[in-house]
Each structure stands twice: as structure tokens, then as C-alpha cells.
């Protein structure tokens, strides 16, 4: 099935809003951020499929408007359903000068012989910051399904002034590579990534890692989790652990910090 997701956020007297949005099959998306007073934009993406389908090809298409703050929330885990063939989601995300996004959705859960392939091609502007995350998990664990996937791949891509400034290769293919090797996941069952971006000039990169290192030591006997520094204002998080509930709630509190930046 092709599903397609497009929302624009726009900017009207200091407040962000949906300017339009367009949603298909399985696809739904309602507002939580009421209870807020930034004046930010908060939508969660929600779905009537139980999860991603053999066949099935997302588009989601996001656009901020100059001056929006968009954060997308997701509903609940993502699973990925066995497969004869394969899926697909190809994420576009376009924003312009002083604008934040923010993309910390639930782990995926790829069930036995499933197929699936996400996409991210993301446009920054100038005094603008990404926040965007994935998590992905061995599978059904209490079924069995330990990485019995047979494809996995994330791609993420962040451009600035048309030039490439983040690039992004997450592979799982347990038959060609296997996971528990030495430089792979070893004795891990979870992986998180967490991308942060940053165009703006007053960000105090060093800063924000040793609050991130910090915090990380809190959960460090269920965890392991190293920070990669950027050349420009940006770093990688990358989290490995057993559970994906931990890493997601960790992801949360990264998320809230650097959300919170002027």
C-alpha cells in the first residue's frame, strides 16, 4: 500500500500551527500539545495498521515555515511484519530559516524474515536545529525471533546550503553480517542513534555532550552509550543495551534538553 503523510507548519503571531496537513491510509495525526504554553507545534502520528505490511511504501513529507517548531511524536512501537519482499519509507523533511524539528519516535520491532528500508532526506536552514532518532530491536524476544530479520537499513541525510553535512548508514542483515560479532552489536539486543543538527551560532556543544555523558552514567550497567562530536554544531549519540523502553526514555530526556534550546 502507498500511504503519504504531508503536514506544514507555519508561523502566525510568535505561534506555530498547522498550516495543512494531508494523511492516507493507515495514517492519522491529532494534536497533544495543548497543555503546553511555547507556543510550539506538538502532532503525534498515529496509525489503524498494527504495523508496516509486506509492500507497504511510506511517504511522509514534513515542511516548517520560517519561524515553526514542529515536534512529531509516534504512538506506540513500530513493528515490522514478516515479508515475502519488502517495505519501504522515505522521510522529507524541509525547513526553512529558524525553524526546529524534532523526531523521536518508539523502537521497531522487525518480526522473523521481515524486509524494510527508511530513507531520510533532510533540509536545514540558517539559526535552525534537528532532533531525530531510531531505535531498533532484535525482535520478538520472548518468541524467539532474536535478529531473525532479514533486512534492515536506515539512511539519513541532512544537507545545509545544498551541501552535505550528516550522512547516516544503519545495516542489519544478520546473514551477511552477523550481529554478535566483535564491532557489531556483540552481546547487545538494541541499538539506538540520536542525530542532533544545529545551524545556529550561540550552541555550546561541548556543553550539551558532557550533560548527555552525564546522564547516560545514570544507566550505565543497562546501557552503553558514547557521543560523536560533529565539526560543525552537532553530534551522534548511540546507545546499546537489552531493552528498548530504557533507550527510548533516555532518547525523551536528550530530546527535552535540547528542545528547550534558545
Not at 508561523?11 to 500551527?17: L, R, T
Not at 511555547?38 to 489503524?48: A, G, I
Not at 524534532?102 to 521481515?114: K, Q, W
Amino acid at each position: 500500500m502507498d500511504s503519504h503523510l504531508r503536514i506544514i507548519a507555519g508561523f502566525k503571531g510568535g505561534e506555530s500551527y498547522v498550516k495543512d496537513l494531508y494523511v492516507s491510509l493507515p495514517f492519522r495525526v491529532v494534536s497533544v500539545g495543548q497543555r503546553k504554553s511555547d507556543k510550539k507545534l506538538y502532532q503525534m502520528v498515529m496509525s489503524s495498521s498494527p504495523g508496516i505490511l509486506d509492500g507497504d511504501h511510506y511517504h511522509l513529507d514534513i515542511a516548517l515555515e520560517k519561524g515553526a517548531a514542529l515536534q512529531l511524536q509516534s504512538q506506540s512501537y513500530q513493528r515490522l511484519f514478516n515479508m515475502q519482499d519488502k517495505a519501504l519509507q522515505e522521510l522529507i523533511v524541509s525547513m526553512e530559516d529558524e525553524t526546529s524539528f524534532a523526531y523521536v519516535p518508539h523502537p521497531i520491532v522487525p518480526h522473523e524474515d521481515s524486509s524494510f528500508k527508511s530513507k531520510a532526506h533532510i533540509h536545514i536552514g540558517k539559526n535552525s536545529q534537528i532532533i531525530i532518532s531510531e531505535i531498533i530491536t532484535c525482535g520478538r524476544k520472548h518468541y524467539g525471533e532474536v535478529f531473525k530479520l532479514k533486512r534492515f537499513q536506515n539512511i539519513m541525510e541532512i544537507y545545509h546550503n545544498n551541501k552535505l553535512v550528516v550522512k547516516d548508514n544503519v545495516l542489519i542483515q544478520p546473514d551477511m553480517i552477523p550481529v554478535s560479532s566483535i564491532g557489531n552489536l556483540e552481546q547487545y539486543t538494541h541499538q539506538g542513534t540520536l542525530i542532533f543538527y544545529s545551524t545556529k551560532e550561540n550552541v555550546d556543544k561541548n556543553g550539551l555532550i558532557e550533560q548527555i555523558v552525564e546522564s547516560a552514567v545514570q544507566h550505565r550497567q543497562e546501557m552503553e552509550v558514547g557521543v560523536s562530536a560533529m565539526e560543525d554544531n552537532g553530534f551522534v549519540v548511540r546507545a546499546l543495551g537489552h531493552g528498548g523502553e530504557m533507550m527510548y526514555n533516555f532518547f525523551l530526556h536528550i530530546q527535552e534538553i535540547l528542545w528547550s534550546l534558545k
